[in-house]
Every structure is written in structure tokens, then in C-alpha cells.
């Protein structure tokens, strides 16, 4: 999302980007016509990073952006599962605050990614891996419930679109707005086979392909976590090298990027330490003149 911002039609089609508007923009400057948002073509690999670099050089060029600006970054690949959406949606509980504290305050309380609710999702007193299933099944369903209003049929399920479609009718106090949005991966938003994927819309608006590329990293790690380390999850920590740590950010970068994960960490940290009471906010908007990063060593570009 962009205050403003223009990319010439001709080179979109190069950039596999489309330009929408968005009405949630400008709306703190009392400009209802909203403004640009940016959509990609699906990226993958370090092909995807290295061509959503070139995406970056050329929307920071071009952009502006401020509070209104938000960065939404979806996620595919993984199993969706009944196992996985329970997993990720207890995973988004557990790591909620520690996520808000990566990005500036006026997301933390905005009403486009409002925080998960509580629906008691616990496994205490777990017996063996058939509780486990069990009660996935029983979680997924309320779910799917909190998600449209009611359990899963032959009418509304996964392979259909949601009941009052992708955009659930713009209705904000809709889980569509949790900062952490299930509603693409529990239903067919795209009616296209296996498009499931889970967005996650905390992040601050940027142009920035540091911060870009380190955040779709922290959200990789996020989904690979929950679809492959359920138990770490439901005993509420990170196992590496048969050590429990907590569970932590941090621990789970670590334990899904063993080798890189340290960069990524030392990043989330100086984010930490950045957003405090006396943090002028303008000041992050500001770094996206930086972020042009004429880069043609695809090392440098992936690290």
C-alpha cells in the first residue's frame, strides 16, 4: 500500500505487479479516494526475493507513504491441514505480543490488523497423538465458525469461497482484519485448486526491501513452524539439538534457519529496541528512501 504512487503500464507486465485502490489509504488525511496498492504475482525461491527487489527500486522511486500504509504478505505452501490452521492459530496467540513489538504503535492499533481472538484452544491434560487429532478437528471447526458464522457443510467449506467472499464485504470488525487473516486458507478465496494460503497484515507500510525481505523471512519461518512442530507448540517451546528453549521468535528462526537465522534475529532485535515511547514514527517512513538498493550480486540481494 502507497499514499501515491505510479508505475508506468509499461513496465508492469516486467514487474508482474497490478495496481489496485485501496480505500483504507489516506483516510487520516480526510482523503476518501484512498489510494495505490500493490499487488504481486506469486514469488518463490530466491528468484522470487531477487525479483522483488527489482519490485522495491521501482515503487520507492516512484512512492510515498505514511501511517495509512500497510504491508500484507501471504504465504503459501504448506499443508492447510485442519492440524495446521489449529497450530498456526494457537502458534499466533502465543507469539501475538511479541509480533506487535516489531512494528510501530499505530499498528498495534489499527482496526485493518486487529489481534486474534481468544477461543480457549488449549491441549492440557493431551493422552496420546489421537487426542491430539481429536481435538484438532473439534478447534478447526470453531475456527471455521469464528471465521463465517458457522461449522463446515457440504455448502460452506474449504473448497468453497467464504460466504460473503474474499473481502468477507469490508467489514472491519471481520476476522478477514486480524493481523494474522485465516480466511484465504480456509477457503477458496481464489476458486482455483491448492491456492490456500494465510496472510499476515500487521507490518507497517514500506518500499523497503530489507524490511520486505526480512519480514516474508519471519513469516516463512512462522508457517513452516506450525506445519511441521506441533508438539513443540502445544508444550509451548522450541526443541534444537533435543533442548527445549522457549518459545520464542527468536528460537524458532533459529531452529528453522539454523545456518542464517542469526542475521534475521539481529534484525528483529534492533526493531525491538527501535519502537519505544519516543520513537517519532515519521522516522520509518522516512528509511524508504534507502531502500533502492541497486544490487547485482544475488548474494548481497539474498543475505
Known amino acids: 500500500e502507497m499514499q501515491r504512487c505510479f508505475i508506468p503500464h ?3 507486465p516486467s514487474l508482474n505487479i497490478n495496481c489496485v485502490r485501496d480505500g483504507s489509504i489516506n483516510n487520516r488525511q480526510g482523503d476518501r479516494n484512498g489510494g495505490p496498492e500493490f499487488t504481486t504475482g506469486v514469488l518463490t525461491g530466491d528468484a522470487g526475493f531477487i525479483h522483488l527487489n527489482k519490485i ?20 503459501g505452501g504448506a499443508s492447510f491441514s485442519e492440524e495446521f490452521i489449529v497450530m498456526s492459530y494457537i502458534l499466533g496467540q502465543k507469539l501475538e505480543k511479541q509480533i506487535f513489538d516489531l512494528v510501530p504503535k499505530s499498528r498495534r492499533n489499527s482496526e485493518y490488523c486487529t489481534k486474534l481472538k481468544d477461543l480457549n484452544l488449549n491441549f492440557n491434560n493431551i493422552k496420546n ?14 475456527i471455521f465458525k469464528y471465521l463465517c458464522g458457522t461449522y463446515p457443510d457440504d455448502r460452506v467449506n474449504k473448497n468453497t469461497n467464504h460466504p460473503r467472499g474474499r473481502t468477507c464485504g ?17 477457503f477458496n478465496t481464489k476458486d482455483v485448486d491448492n491456492s490456500w494460503t494465510i496472510e499476515f497484515r500487521l507490518h507497517s507500510g514500506t518500499s523497503n526491501f530489507t524490511k520486505i525481505k526480512n519480514w516474508i523471512k519471519l513469516c516463512m519461518a512462522f508457517v513452516y513452524f506450525a506445519d511441521n512442530f506441533k508438539e513443540d507448540i502445544i508444550n509451548d517451546c522450541v526443541t534444537i539439538d533435543n533442548v527445549k528453549y522457549p518459545l520464542t521468535i527468536d528460537n524458532i528462526i533459529n531452529k528453522v534457519f539454523p545456518k ?14 527501535k519502537f519505544n515511547d519516543t520513537f517519532d514514527e515519521n522516522t520509518e517512513y522516512s528509511e524508504n528512501l534507502s531502500g533502492v538498493l541497486e544490487l547485482n550480486n544475488v548474494k548481497e540481494i539474498l543475505n
Open 260 to 273: 542464517s537465522g542469526k542475521n534475521l534475529v539481529k534484525y528483529l532485535n534492533s526493531r525491538r529496541d
Open 129 to 142: 497423538s489421537t487426542d491430539v487429532r481429536t481435538r484438532c478437528s473439534t478447534y478447526y471447526k470453531e
Open 56 to 75: 522495491c527500486n521501482e515503487i520507492t522511486k516512484r512512492g510515498v507513504l505514511d501511517q495509512s500504509c500497510g504491508l500484507h504478505v501471504h504465504i
Open 10 to 12: 509499461r513496465l508492469r
Open 170 to 186: 469490508y467489514d472491519h470488525s471481520s476476522p478477514r482484519y486480524n493481523w494474522l487473516n485465516f480466511v484465504p486458507a480456509v
